[in-house]
């Protein structure tokens, strides 16, 4: 059975290749959608080699709904987007698929039922069926080269779906079991080079060592220590110390 996961449907018009519904409903399962509609294929259904490419997400493919033509696909939908480079001449809305996933989360949010169409890898989808479209979503390709293989397209729209529908962490750094220095540690390292450089006479001409301090201190503030990094620069600097001796 599919997820409880309130998400959009990912209607597959006309796909031409097993292969790229297998990669499409992976693509998916990365990022937590199972709901895929399959219009017409053209080698048939079931197809073995969307099974063999769908590896571990075989599931969406044992669920996904087929369709005869896409208005009965689409027919249970409120609002419906269509992902293509060209709108040929129809006067649509056209969003990114940044903010067209983010729109479709609010929608989703409200309870409306939303598909997301995609085209024949051959030629894009027709303007028969963009014409049922409420919205286009158009990626910001190369002019000389706008054609997005099928599960390309499904890998793209699905990442903007998880960022709109989870917060999504830009950066973050992997402890890996480390804790971050905290001031004491700092200040005992600042302090252990200090006397150890002051003992050395590093700290010259004397009406300078004031603030050669000061920017050696500030050069610590500035580092992202672990505790075990403060431990590390202490044994060097003592080794350092104990060779010399």
Known sequence: MPTATPQPA???????????????????WNFGLDRMRVIAPRDGWPNEKAVAMASGAGRLLDEAQLYATTAEAI???????????????????????EAALRDAHARIARGE??????????????????????????????????????AQCVLLTAYEWRRAADAVVDERIEMAGAEWANNADIEALATH???????????????KAQSMKLNLRNLWSRMPLTRADTATLHGILRQLLRNRG
């Open 193 to 207: 080079f200090e006397e150890r450089l002051d003992e050395a006479g590093f700290f010259f001409p004397e009406h």
């Open 113 to 150: 039922k939303v598909a997301i169409m995609f085209g024949p890898e051959r030629a894009g989808m027709e303007n028969d069926d963009i014409a049922r479209a409420n919205v286009i979503i158009t990626v910001p390709v190369n002019p000389e080269f706008p054609s997005l293989n099928l």
């Open 75 to 97: 027919a249970d939908c409120t609002f419906v987007y269509a992902t293509t480079a060209r709108p040929r001449g129809l006067t649509k809305p056209v969003m990114s698929p």
């Open 10 to 28: 990912f209607v597959l018009i006309q796909p031409q290749m097993g292969e790229n519904i297998g990669a499409a409903a992976r693509a998916m």
